[in-house]
């Protein structure tokens, strides 16, 4: 896959003669195969659709000059995204590297993936102050797991490949914009399937490496529902000497945690993925590189121009901008995946011999990633793996040592309360040096409230109540209802 995330060429120059129809024919066989006989500069190497049309069946051709007309007839946002799910559900029908095919969940399957979450429900109520936040225990095949994902991954990449679709726009010397109007709305359309495709692939990809919704650390699934892939447990246990049902236990127990968090933690959704978009405001394209390039580009070799497209020219810069939203994903992934790894090891350990073990597991598949994870880095520069996930679930372990259950959750009641990145670096420090005193907090609360209670509210209670319009008296910064 190429690293360029559109990956495709400009289109040559029309023969000097200006003639269509008929004689086109004769002048390519004439050329020998070179110019305008590949019409779109599909080339070698890395380019996608060298690899879909350079070993084509004759009698595939017309089907791959339809799928070409659809790329250039796209006129839709940054992503093609029916080409994106076409091709991430002909990905999954492939099967993964080892062999492993998708298939429908059978009717055991889903009994036994409801009953570990159940089981999983349980047992983290003993370890957690947050209540259950999946109503529902869904078992998913692989192209599940596509569709039903599809409209996350659209609100992630979309902000940063539109920055990247604009920017080949922007860059260009006005009056080569102006000649080449047209030509830019086609490599708008090109670079829109290319993204779909590359996407798809990636989506597709991983598609074949997670077990649940929430593999990632991102919530891609519909709220309130725990989901598991049967297919991709059997094969995560295969060679790991664990039974099946503890493996899947020990997966629904991490669903379920993610789904807790993501339920009862409002703000956290909105958090991570506005640290996307923020990225994707300070995304910069390379001008220096493309001025380089136009500067010196023979207008009788257009391959010229691809060439600098394969080398990065449109690739992100590393603006501050960037770096401090990157920043931000990634200390709120590590917090959420280690607070997940805390809370599960501690309701796994006393019940599953082999928690310790498919902790590991986990931490370490976490830590390396796979295909998918390194071709979204490729593709949009997102890190989806946090690389402090062992830092943050000691920080949340040692939070439950000295500040108890409820002290611990209790940070997650708004983002300011939340362990920072240097915070990570010195646990200890936190934990026992940065502790807030809720007991002055209740009492300024308490003082606050009494005095809502002195006379008529806003709304011309005098019941003694003190509630203004929200109905329960909280003072500032106390949520809901609350009137200054």
């Known amino acids: 896959m190429s690293d360029n995330p559109f990956g495709?060429?400009?289109?040559?120059?029309?023969?000097?003669?200006?003639?269509?129809?008929?004689?086109?024919?004769?002048?390519?066989?004439?050329?020998?195969?070179?110019?305008?006989?590949?019409?779109?500069?599909?080339?070698?190497g890395d380019n996608p659709l060298a690899a879909m049309f350079g070993s084509m069946n004759p009698n595939d051709l017309g089907a791959a000059f339809q799928q070409l007309g659809q790329m250039l007839s796209y006129e839709g946002g940054p992503v093609n995204?029916?080409?994106?799910?076409?091709?991430?559900r002909q990905t999954v029908a492939q099967g993964t590297p080892d062999g492993t095919k998708d298939a429908s969940v059978a009717p055991g399957e889903r009994g036994a993936v409801e009953e570990a979450v159940r089981l999983a429900e349980l047992w983290l109520d003993d370890v957690t102050s947050l209540p259950s936040g999946s109503g529902t225990a869904l078992a998913w095949s692989r192209a599940e797991w596509v569709e039903a994902t599809l409209p996350v991954w659209r609100n992630l990449v979309d902000p940063v490949?539109?920055?990247?679709?604009?920017?080949?726009?922007?860059v260009l010397p006005e009056e080569m914009r102006a000649m080449a109007g047209p030509l830019l709305g086609m490599m708008r359309s090109m670079g829109g399937a290319m993204f779909g495709g590359q996407i798809g692939q990636a989506v597709g990809t991983l598609a074949g490496e997670v077990v649940g919704s929430t593999d990632i650390g991102l919530p891609l699934g519909p709220k309130g529902k725990a989901a598991l892939l049967p297919v991709?447990?059997?094969?995560?246990?295969?060679?790991?000497?664990?039974?099946?049902?503890?493996?899947?236990?020990?997966?629904?127990?991490?669903?379920?945690?993610?789904?807790?968090?993501?339920?009862?933690?409002?703000?956290?959704?909105?958090?991570?993925?506005?640290?996307?978009?923020?990225?994707?405001?300070?995304?910069?394209?390379?001008?220096?590189?493309?001025?380089?390039?136009?500067?010196?580009?023979?207008?009788?070799?257009?391959e010229q121009l691809q060439d600098a497209l394969q080398q990065g020219m449109f690739q992100p810069e590393d603006t501050p901008e960037q770096k401090a939203a990157l920043?931000?994903?990634?200390?709120?992934?590590?917090?959420?995946?280690?607070?997940?790894?805390?809370?599960?090891?501690?309701?796994?350990?006393?019940?599953?011999?082999?928690?310790?073990?498919?902790?590991?597991?986990?931490?370490?598949r976490r830590a390396t990633g796979g295909p998918a994870e390194q071709t979204f880095a490729t593709l949009i520069g997102l890190e989806l793996r946090p690389r402090r996930l062992r830092d943050a679930s000691r920080l949340w372990a040692s939070l439950t040592d000295a500040r108890g259950l409820d002290g611990r959750d209790a940070l997650w009641a708004h983002p300011d309360m939340l362990p920072t990145a240097s915070d990570l670096d010195d646990p200890d420090g936190f934990v026992h040096h940065e502790q807030p005193d809720f007991s002055e907090l209740d009492r300024m609360l308490g003082e606050a409230a009494e005095g809502g209670s002195r006379g008529p509210g806003p709304d011309g209670?005098?019941?003694?109540?003190g509630r203004g319009p929200g109905g329960e008296g909280r003072g500032p910064g106390g949520g809901e209802g609350s009137d200054g």
Do not use: C
């Open 327 to 364: 920043a931000r994903l990634e200390t709120a992934l590590a917090l959420v995946e280690g607070w997940v790894d805390a809370v599960v090891h501690a309701a796994a350990a006393p019940h599953l011999p082999s928690a310790d073990a498919l902790r590991e597991t986990l931490r370490r």
């Open 81 to 88: 995204w029916e080409m994106a799910k076409d091709i991430a």
């Open 232 to 302: 991709n447990i059997a094969a995560f246990g295969k060679d790991l000497s664990v039974p099946l049902d503890q493996v899947r236990l020990y997966l629904a127990l991490r669903e379920a945690a993610h789904q807790r968090l993501f339920a009862h933690v409002p703000w956290l959704r909105s958090h991570l993925f506005g640290a996307v978009e923020g990225y994707a405001r300070g995304i910069k394209v390379d001008t220096s590189k493309l001025e380089d390039v136009v500067g010196q580009l023979d207008p009788s070799h257009p």
């Open 461 to 465: 209670d005098d019941d003694g109540t």
């Open 8 to 44: 495709f060429g400009l289109p040559p120059e029309e023969p000097e003669d200006g003639e269509n129809g008929g004689n086109g024919g004769k002048d390519r066989d004439q050329r020998g195969g070179e110019g305008p006989a590949n019409p779109f500069g599909f080339g070698g």
């Open 161 to 170: 490949a539109e920055r990247v679709a604009a920017g080949m726009g922007e």
